[in-house]
Nanobody, 124 residues
Framework: QVQLVESGGGLVQAGDSLRLSCAAS????????MGWVRQAPEKEREFVAA????????YYADSVKGRFTISRDNAKNTMYLQMNRLKPEDTAVYYC?????????????????WGQGTQVTVSS
């Protein structure tokens, strides 16, 4: 079992930056890939970014590429999402997720464990 707890969400203005954190527990974080998924009001969940077990490989949705950076610190069992140049359309609940298989999980069905989510609201 893996437990995931997100933090760092909040209300910001367009153009601002925000960093989300995901604290993992239950088994060593180096044993699973991780990612961020978001869900905007009245929309389905969508993939945002993913990172391999070691952190050496990353993958981003086109909508956030060049603005968001995913990273992880396995010594701290923590994953991060640095979000720059935020836009109102980035407003969503952001979920941390873990995938115990190898590779970089790019589909929602790839993930085995989920956090409860943290709200990010970007005002125009």
């Amino acid at each position: 079992q893996v437990q995931l707890v997100e933090s760092g969400g909040g209300l910001v203005q367009a153009g601002d930056s925000l960093r989300l954190s995901c604290a993992a527990s239950g088994r060593p974080s180096s044993s699973y890939a991780m990612g961020w998924v978001r869900q905007a009001p009245e929309k389905e969940r969508e993939f945002v970014a993913a990172i391999s077990r070691s952190g050496g490989n990353t993958y981003y949705a086109d909508s956030v590429k060049g603005r968001f950076t995913i990273s992880r610190d396995n010594a701290k069992n923590t994953m991060y999402l640095q979000m720059n140049r935020l836009k109102p359309e980035d407003t969503a609940v952001y979920y941390c997720a873990a995938d115990i298989s190898l590779g970089v999980p790019k589909k929602l069905d790839d993930y085995d464990y989920w956090g409860q989510g943290t709200q990010v609201t970007v005002s125009s």
